[in-house]
T-cell receptor, first 115, second 113 residues
């Protein structure tokens, strides 16, 4: 089955700096890669996603890049703010096709933005 | 627009008991998935339902079961609870057949003592 590795497990940055979180996946059939942000006491919140026919996607301060050949994708947060502090999860799935209707998650990255 | 609603938010049960958790998806969403979140194993897929049919099941013992009703609401049941079942159980819904854009609820925190 699919396996998703996520690095680093913890990341501390100064406010205004950029943060990068990287994930690799094992199943070349995966074609959908969402990123979730989870704050304490809440469920994961979808912040951005990318499909395999796209190499990069941006939404304001957040961007995701995908390298299908190398089977890795990354989350980039620019101009970080204290409210960006949370646990971030990457995931992979077969969004279309096949019968693998599930998300396989990385272990998460605890991002701390220091004021 | 109401989000995914999970009830109850917190539960404390004794080993050997059974428990039923409930999930109401976003209106119009027909796909509902359940995940277990623990500090050690992270987020793990339990099962997924679409139009009352279980389409996929994760690697959990048969003590874990679920169902979906005609209004897309879903329940999951865990029988003969074990201490290791203590976890945050998350429900997610998606509007389409394809599993894009899952929205998660806040979860049910189950503690087994």
């Amino acid at each position: 089955g699919e396996n998703v590795e996520q690095h680093p497990s913890t990341l501390s940055v100064q406010e205004g700096d950029s943060a990068v979180i990287k994930c690799t996946y094992s199943d070349s059939a995966s074609n959908y890669f969402p990123w979730y942000k989870q704050e304490l006491g809440k469920g994961p919140q979808l912040i951005i996603d990318i499909r395999s026919n796209v190499g990069e996607k941006k939404d304001q301060r957040i961007a995701v890049t995908l390298n299908k050949t190398a089977k890795h994708f990354s989350l980039h947060i620019t101009e970080t703010q204290p409210e960006d502090s949370a646990v971030y999860f990457c995931a992979a799935s077969m969004g279309s096709g096949g019968s693998n209707y599930k998300l396989t998650f990385g272990k998460g990255t605890l991002l701390t933005v220091n004021p | 627009k109401a989000g995914v609603t999970q009830t109850p938010r917190y539960l404390i049960k004794t080993r050997g008991q059974q428990v039923t958790l409930s999930c109401s998806p976003i209106s119009g969403h027909r796909s509902v998935s359940w995940y277990q979140q623990t500090p050690g194993q992270g987020l793990q897929f339990l099962f997924e339902y679409f139009s009352e049919t279980q389409r996929n099941k994760g690697n959990f013992p048969g003590r874990f079961s679920g169902r979906q009703f005609s209004n897309s609401r879903s329940e999951m049941n865990v029988s003969t609870l074990e201490l290791g079942d203590s976890a945050l159980y998350l429900c997610a819904s998606s509007p389409a057949v394809m599993n894009y854009g899952y929205t998660f609820g806040s979860g049910t925190r189950l503690t087994v003592v």
